[in-house]
């Protein structure tokens, strides 16, 4: 495998992405066939590390476009020129790099928009082409397919970030401590004499007993890969081949150690410093020194400085006077705090500042509720005050159709018929009274007429 596509590579190992190499010139062997090693995927902490994922994927894939990458050099690809072949590769991968744009232009904008409605000016005009422009790796001039452009500004974009990457992870790592020791001053502060004075005590104990332990080899020595050959291999110290370590050590087989496979080698070392069951020992720490190792280790190996070793620069290395004679590792708590006192008097003050802000905000945020209450109040008395209204006007109505001889509403505002009726039924059959019964029983004729037909008797 060239030069060239170890460096392009490069993005898809930081991403955990591999691939074989070709060899036309190797005969296929007859062995047992093997599935191909799964490797864990690792996030570069870049916004469109998904996209770039997807890209390299989708790349490989083309048999064109690898093979070109054989007689490829490094400049060809940073210039862009390699870029140039992405019109030769396969339909269907063309295809499915404009869907992945398409897609990646679409994730963009959703992005904006939720930053321009956090910012209450979703009710603006939003010009979605001069904001894509703010984004480096694609073509903001071009939303639909992918062109040699998009490959060209993804590749420049991803290793500008990517070479800054390490730095970010040191700034991070200062800030950290920084904010450590602040909060540490703080709580002592918090105690009176006497526990002051104890808790001291007891942290320059835990600290002094972090500093107990074995020594350290440096990284990339022989007495530091002689370990790994023996505690981790399991093979004889005196029968040590830097050819043989280095394929064992190539987990993936692509022919260069990366990053990753570095770090693996100083798990040993760190162990011998760092216990996560320990209160004394904080595995942030630990994690910036196995970043610092590995810088070691690049700084003496990676000559071409494409942030992978190859065989060759491995075995260079291994003839230089330091590979034999080395000194041993100096942890960070040998070495000089990662800040000094006018950092961390900086840091402070702008902690101190965020924290006035926070204060600011939270007060203006308890105003706006206490407000919210007090008009929750106001709502709620109005409301009482509608109710007691519509109660009133109710009661008058009433009173107004019972004095109008209307028969009064019932609970839910009904007529009530029924006295109504009863009047009525009473006046079309009014009761006969004993004084109209009487007379009418003395009107009657005592003796039945005598002249009536035989047929009416």
Do not use: C
Not at 239 to 248: D, R, V, Y
Not at 272 to 281: A, F, G, Q
């Amino acid at each position: 495998m060239t030069v060239a596509l170890h460096w392009l590579l490069l993005l898809s190992i930081l991403l955990g992405v591999w691939s074989v190499p070709i060899d036309h010139n190797v005969k296929p062997k007859e062995a047992v066939p093997q599935e191909p090693k799964q490797e864990e995927s690792v996030d570069t902490g870049l916004y469109y590390d998904r996209y770039l994922r997807e890209v390299i994927e989708v790349l490989e894939t083309d048999p064109h476009f690898r093979e070109k990458l054989q007689t490829a050099n490094t400049e060809d690809i940073k210039n862009g020129r390699l870029s140039k072949e992405l019109d030769l590769v396969g339909h269907n991968v063309r295809t499915r790099l404009d869907e992945l744009k398409r897609q990646e232009v679409s994730r963009l904008r959703m992005l904006l928009k939720a930053k321009l409605d956090s910012t209450n000016t979703h009710n603006m005009q939003i010009d979605h082409a001069s904001l894509l422009k703010q984004f480096e790796h694609l073509d903001p001039h071009n939303q639909n397919t992918f062109e040699a452009k998009d490959l060209e500004l993804l590749i420049s974009t991803a290793t500008k970030d990517l070479e800054s990457y390490d730095a970010e992870r040191h700034e991070e790592f200062k800030r950290y401590e920084m904010l450590k020791e602040h909060e540490r001053r703080e709580y002592l502060k918090s105690l009176d004499e006497e526990k002051r004075e104890k808790e001291e005590k007891r942290l320059e104990e835990l600290k002094e007993k972090h500093r107990q332990h074995p020594k350290v080899n440096a990284p990339g020595s022989v007495a530091q890969l002689r370990e790994v050959w023996e505690e981790t291999d399991g093979l004889d110290p005196q029968e040590f081949n830097p050819k043989t370590f280095f394929k064992l050590h190539d987990t993936n087989g692509d022919g260069v150690l990366d990053e990753q496979e570095l770090e693996a080698l100083f798990t040993k070392e760190l162990e011998k410093v760092y216990d996560p069951k320990n209160e004394e020992d904080d595995m942030m720490e630990m994690e910036e020194e196995r970043l610092r190792m590995r810088e070691h280790v690049m700084k003496n190996v990676d000559t071409n400085h494409d942030r992978l070793v190859s065989l060759e620069e491995f075995l260079k290395s291994t003839e230089k006077k330091e590979f034999n004679s080395a000194k041993e590792w100096e942890t960070l708590d040998d070495t000089k705090p990662v800040y000094s006192e006018a950092e961390l008097q900086k840091f402070e003050v702008e902690l101190q500042e965020k924290e006035l802000e926070l204060g600011r905000r939270a007060a203006s945020l308890q105003h706006e509720q206490e407000l919210l209450k007090e008009r929750g109040k106001a709502l709620e008395a109005q409301r009482k005050e509608y109710q007691q209204a519509v109660m009133e006007m109710s009661q008058r109505q009433k009173d107004i159709q019972a004095v109008e001889g209307q028969p009064p509403p019932g609970p839910n505002n009904e007529l009530q018929f029924q006295q109504g009726l009863k009047k009525l039924e009473e006046g079309a059959n009014p009761p006969i009274s004993q004084d109209v019964g009487a007379e009418a029983k003395n009107n009657l004729p005592v003796e039945p007429p005598q002249n009536l037909p035989l047929h009416t008797l």
